[in-house]
């Protein structure tokens, strides 16, 4: 059973932060060393445009009251990261206060916490452009490149659909000719 199976199956067919059960796929919690079930949530593509800025609706995620009692520490930590951009709301912060993660979960959750304290206050994948980049994205290359080790040549204006973000924010993963490569972001722009 591949990924999207498992997950589909765990979540019924509904988003696991929402519980929409339009446009699902498959969304990796970062930092992504390995990409299993437990580091990856099923999302709908509301919830996947809006978790990278999640007070540009935060009346959308009043959905987390719900989902944040999942069993799944992948989708704990995704409710976890979401309140606490959200924490200046009065009904985000009673959630927050409430949320229980062990020690494990919380250090996945706290992964990419800066310095400062501000949680996901990482770098930004950007394109060639400067167009920020976020996982499920679609992409075209602007320079044709040799991939080695598979023995072809990516040509310029390829596009490679749904997009993984990597923990360098110069790489990304996608698939070319049905192989899963890393590309750099240099030599690729955001598909419209």
Same mark, same amino acid.
């Given at each position: 059973m591949n990924l999207e199976s498992t997950l589909l199956k765990r979540c019924n067919s509904k988003c696991e932060l929402c519980s929409?059960?339009?446009s699902l796929t498959v969304y990796n919690v970062p930092p +992504? %060393?390995? +990409?299993?079930?437990?580091?990856s949530i099923m999302i709908c593509d509301t919830c996947r445009k809006k978790v990278s800025d999640p007070s540009s609706d935060v009346n959308h995620?009043?959905? &987390?009251? $719900?989902s944040m009692w999942s069993e799944f520490p992948a989708v704990l930590v995704m409710a976890w990261r979401i309140l606490n951009k959200?924490? %200046? /709301? *009065?009904?985000?912060? *009673? &959630? =927050?206060?409430?949320? !229980?993660l062990d020690e494990e979960t919380l250090k996945f959750a706290e992964a990419l916490k800066s310095d400062d304290g501000d949680v996901d206050n990482v770098k930004s994948t950007k394109d060639s452009?400067? #167009? @920020? =980049?976020?996982?499920? *994205?679609? +992409? #075209? &290359?602007?320079?044709d490149l040799e991939v080695k080790g598979?023995? !072809?040549t990516a040509k310029r204006g390829t596009l490679v659909k749904n997009i993984? &973000? #990597?923990? /360098?924010? $110069?790489? @990304?993963?996608g698939r070319v000719n049905g192989t899963l490569? +890393?590309? =750099? #972001?240099? !030599?690729?722009?955001?598909? @419209?």
């Open positions: 929409s059960s339009a +992504v %060393t390995e +990409v299993s079930a437990d580091n995620w009043r959905c &987390l009251n $719900e959200l924490s %200046t /709301n *009065d009904w985000a912060r *009673d &959630l =927050l206060d409430q949320l !229980f452009n400067g #167009t @920020i =980049l976020i996982e499920g *994205d679609s +992409v #075209t &290359l602007i320079k598979a023995n !072809f993984s &973000l #990597t923990s /360098n924010p $110069e790489q @990304i993963e490569i +890393v590309l =750099l #972001t240099c !030599f690729l722009k955001k598909a @419209i």
